[in-house]
């Protein structure tokens, strides 16, 4: 079955980096779009980032300021996401999701915390 | 970036009670519009896409409708477990797209 496992959340003082990590099974990702949205705390989803199967174009949301970047190791089955110069507001939930053609995700991972705070 | 705004932010229903969640589009979407449930502490689930067509396993309850700006999502019979947080979203225009703030549906 498709299974997407994040990992690499944590907290993090102002102005400083992290790399989460997806780790995906069950299908061939090397088929497939994928995304990262967020969610911070009893608020919205937000999407934040998404790279084609191919990993030759990425679209970032014009709130990160060009501070995160989008990648993907298809040899791996996993999807990265490296967040630098973190604020308080990038505080949330990130989920990796799997994105079908016209922009609808059909499998979500479990989710992790960030936590930027001093 | 297109808006979606939803409405209600909330509502309390009963069981059984058919319920209509509405969300509309800053410009127009044709029909590139989702829907997805989220219960608390966990991932959203994608209940309708491309405005009408039902999700996988998704109970025949739902229904979507609308085109353009203007869509819906109803829940014809309101069940226990569909107590939980409704969102819509975008995909019309490029990635990333937007969704709406989210109907939180409580039990009345």
């Known amino acids: 079955q498709v299974q997407l496992v994040e990992s690499g959340g944590g907290l993090v003082k102002p102005g400083g980096s992290l790399r989460l990590s997806c780790a995906a099974s069950?299908?061939?990702?090397?088929?497939?779009?994928m995304s990262w949205i967020r969610q911070a705390p009893g608020k919205g989803l937000e999407w934040i980032s998404y790279?084609?199967?191919?990993?030759?174009?990425?679209h970032n949301a014009d709130s990160l300021k060009g501070r995160f970047t989008i990648s993907m190791d298809n040899a791996r089955n996993s999807l990265y996401l490296q967040m630098d110069s973190l604020r308080i507001e990038d505080t949330a939930v990130y989920y990796c999701?799997?994105?079908?053609?016209?922009?609808?995700?059909?499998?979500w991972g479990q989710g992790t915390q960030v936590t930027v705070s001093s | 970036d297109i808006q979606m705004t939803q409405s209600p932010s909330s509502l309390s229903a009963s069981v059984g009670d058919r319920v209509t969640i509405t969300c509309r589009a800053g410009?127009?979407?044709?029909?590139?519009l989702n829907w997805y449930q989220q219960k608390p502490g966990k991932a959203p689930k994608l209940l309708i896409y491309?405005?009408?067509s039902l999700g996988s396993g998704v109970p025949s309850r739902f229904s979507g409708s609308g085109y353009g700006t203007d869509f819906a999502l109803t829940i014809s019979s309101l069940q226990p477990e569909d107590f939980a947080t409704y969102y819509c979203?975008?995909?019309?225009?490029?990635?990333?797209?937007?969704f709406g703030q989210g109907t939180k549906v409580e039990i009345k």
């Open positions: 491309g405005a009408s």
């Open positions: 999701a799997r994105t079908l053609d016209a922009g609808k995700v059909d499998y």
């Open positions: 790279i084609t199967r191919s990993g030759n174009t990425i």
């Open positions: 069950g299908f061939t990702f090397s088929d497939y779009q």
């Open positions: 979203q975008q995909s019309y225009s490029a990635p990333p797209w937007t």
């Open positions: 410009q127009s979407i044709t029909n590139y």
